[in-house]
């Protein structure tokens, strides 16, 4: 019999649905136990959120600072799990911070330690940078990364940007002005996620983890979009420098603060808006001298290794 912590953060319930979908063949299963949970915080994130407090939560998302979640119930902290699978959205190119307010408590480390971990990614399409975090956390948690699945929207990067501001801050996933399509994972990406669970399911009875990603990637469980990955890292450096001066301000209702969100504010709509097709288009300038690092990279970030 082997024992899965099935574990995640949600507001919307999109990634509630993924995880569950890819948890059901295991759920069916003889000869596995799940226990699921969700993550929450002592101080919750309102959904739908609030415009002002969306950008409030940059500095904190980014810098990786951890806000208090709730305990984690004494039934599950003293289990012994053969696997743990970690739900989590990405929040400004980071772990969420409940995900990552998480990943620092005492308590992660206890149940993740020496632990096959995967991790399930449901965002918009930019996660890559996010994940190396992620397997930094793991790997002080002393936990072992076996596989990586990514749920993301796969429409254009700047189609995706306006629906999912438009879903973030009204609660709900339709098609904005009846012309952007629904923003956010599709239902169609969402209900074939079972077939991850198939994955994990044969490689869990054999014991054959440490080859699970391959099968997973085979199941197209990641896809690198490798414009997107070079965005991600540029957009790390800038952000690197906007959040230390944003966070140096004070606590998110201190004036000097909300000034200077409101110019990141301002800032962000250029970067997406100006800088990101200027990217694009040295991207695809160096596309072909770039191809072979093109090619590494896919490889490397499709991948469950840590550099
Ligand atoms: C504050 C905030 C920042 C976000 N930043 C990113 C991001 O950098 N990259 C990305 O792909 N998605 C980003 N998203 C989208 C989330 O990863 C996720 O898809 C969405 O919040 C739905 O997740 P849920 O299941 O928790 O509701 C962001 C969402 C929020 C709320």
């Not at 918009?124 to 994940?131: G, H, K």
């Not at 254009?156 to 339709?174: L, Y």
């Not at 983890?209 to 469980?221: F, H, I, M």
């Not at 957009?235 to 906007?242: C, E, T």
Request: aromatic share 10%.
């Amino acid at each position: 019999m082997k024992n899965i912590l099935v574990i995640h953060y949600s507001q919307s319930g999109q990634l509630t649905e993924i995880v569950n979908n890819i948890a059901m063949p295991l759920n069916n299963s003889k000869n596995i136990k799940v226990v699921h949970h969700q993550i929450e915080m002592e101080t919750p994130f309102a959904f739908p959120w609030k415009k002002k407090d969306f950008l409030n939560a940059f500095p904190e998302s980014f810098l990786q600072i951890p806000s208090k979640t709730k305990p984690i119930p004494e039934a599950i902290l003293n289990q012994k799990f053969d696997l743990v699978i970690l739900g989590y959205s990405v929040w400004y190119l980071s772990p969420s911070i409940p995900t990552n307010s998480f990943l620092s408590t005492p308590e992660a480390k206890q149940l993740l330690a020496n632990t096959p971990i995967i991790t399930v990614i449901g965002c918009r399409n930019m996660w890559v940078m996010a994940q190396e975090k992620v397997k930094t956390l793991l790997k002080e948690c002393g936990s072992k990364l076996v596989g990586n699945i990514v749920l993301r929207d796969r429409h254009i990067n700047h189609i995706s940007v306006i629906t999912i501001v438009q879903w973030m801050f009204s609660g709900e996933k339709k098609k904005y002005l009846g012309i952007f399509p629904k923003p956010g994972v599709s239902q169609k990406d969402i209900d074939e996620s079972t077939r991850f669970g198939d994955v994990i399911l044969d490689h869990t009875i054999s014991n054959n983890l440490d080859n699970l990603q391959k099968s997973l990637v085979k199941e197209e469980a990641v896809v690198i979009k490798p414009f997107l990955v070079l965005a991600d890292k540029r957009a790390n450096v800038l952000f690197g420098k906007w959040a230390k001066l944003i966070y140096s301000k004070g606590e998110s209702n201190i004036n000097k603060r909300t000034i200077w969100i409101k110019i990141f504010n301002y800032y962000l709509l250029f970067a997406i808006w100006v800088i990101a097709p200027v990217v694009f288009l040295l991207f695809l300038l160096t596309y072909l001298p770039l191809s072979g690092k093109i090619k590494k990279d896919k490889k490397y970030y499709s991948s469950v290794e840590i550099k």
